[in-house]
């Protein structure tokens, strides 16, 4: 009897991402036609149905959610060649300075300028000669009522030479960096695999126990959020200003709590610039 109560309970649990996919529709914030309809069902033959993907994972929350696991699990899997080869593993984020007035197009376009230069210069070949893979980089947008947005760059680096420290990394990058932007390189070490879940991070020895923690990623939802649960949601979403692995970064402090009003601002403006949001 029990089994049967779990059974039809889990049936009737929505992930989160598909519940944050039906928020942003209605609220008018995803418009892309393809990504509006994906999740929903079709028939391909008699009695059958399908269900539709976008395949948009810088779009739509529900394909980044499928795709998101597997990138955790290879990212883990590099980390952890890296150190049982006896390399070493630096988390660099790169920041720029801003005003709340800014575009966040005029702004993004300005990152991207300053990492392409940057991974010109004679510097950046130098440390990318010593490093067991090419360094990962991801880029985050955050905002914040009080300075708007704030896009920044994370960059993994898998190194070989265990004579280049965080000091040296950030020596050699630091002139170019703030030349191009006016913006600081953090440097710290990574002693352990780590990734990003649900604005978290968590460690693991194995990466298999990666598929152990995909429970914590489900909720109990209704069709879609009220505005007060939009906004409690998103208190700790992406919008926020959370930073990966804030503990590297001194001084660091969390913003303020956003207002529905800030979230959809910056949800539609981000929705706006989204031909910045390709695999780089």
Excluded at 3 to 14: A, G
Excluded at 42 to 65: A, D, F
Excluded at 145 to 161: C, D, I, L, S, W
Excluded at 206 to 229: A, P, W
Aim: proline fraction near 5%.
């Amino acid at each position: 009897m029990n089994n049967t109560i779990e059974t039809e309970k889990r049936k009737k649990e929505v992930p989160i991402a598909e519940l944050v996919h039906k928020s942003l529709v209605a609220h008018g914030i995803i418009t892309n036609p393809r990504v509006v309809k994906c999740g929903t069902y079709y028939s391909w033959e008699r009695y059958t149905k399908r269900r539709v993907r976008c395949g948009r994972v810088k779009e739509c929350p529900m394909c980044n959610e499928r795709t998101a696991d597997l990138k955790r699990h290879e990212i883990l899997k590099k980390q952890e060649e890296c150190l049982k080869d006896g390399g070493s593993l630096f988390l660099v984020t790169l920041t720029m300075t801003h005003k709340k007035t800014d575009r966040l197009k005029y702004l993004q376009d300005k990152l991207s300028d300053s990492v392409r230069k940057l991974k010109n210069q004679h510097g950046w070949r130098k440390i990318r000669e010593q490093s067991f893979m090419p360094p990962r980089t991801i880029y985050e947008v955050t905002y914040s009522e009080k300075n708007g947005f704030h896009p920044h760059v994370h960059m993994v680096f898998f190194q070989k030479n265990l004579q280049l420290t965080k000091t040296k990394i950030r020596e050699t990058l630091s002139p170019y960096w703030n030349n191009y932007t006016g913006g600081n390189v953090d440097v710290g070490n990574v002693d352990n695999p780590t990734t990003y879940i649900n604005k978290k991070e968590y460690d693991w020895v194995n990466v298999d126990d990666l598929q152990k923690s995909l429970g914590d990623l489900k909720r109990k939802t209704k069709n879609h959020f009220k505005k007060s649960e939009l906004e409690g949601h998103f208190k700790k979403s992406e919008l926020e200003g959370m930073v990966v692995c804030h503990d590297n970064i001194p001084d660091y402090k969390p913003p303020p709590p956003l207002t529905i009003e800030s979230i959809l601002k910056g949800a539609k403006e981000i929705r706006e610039n989204q031909s910045y949001y390709k695999e780089r």
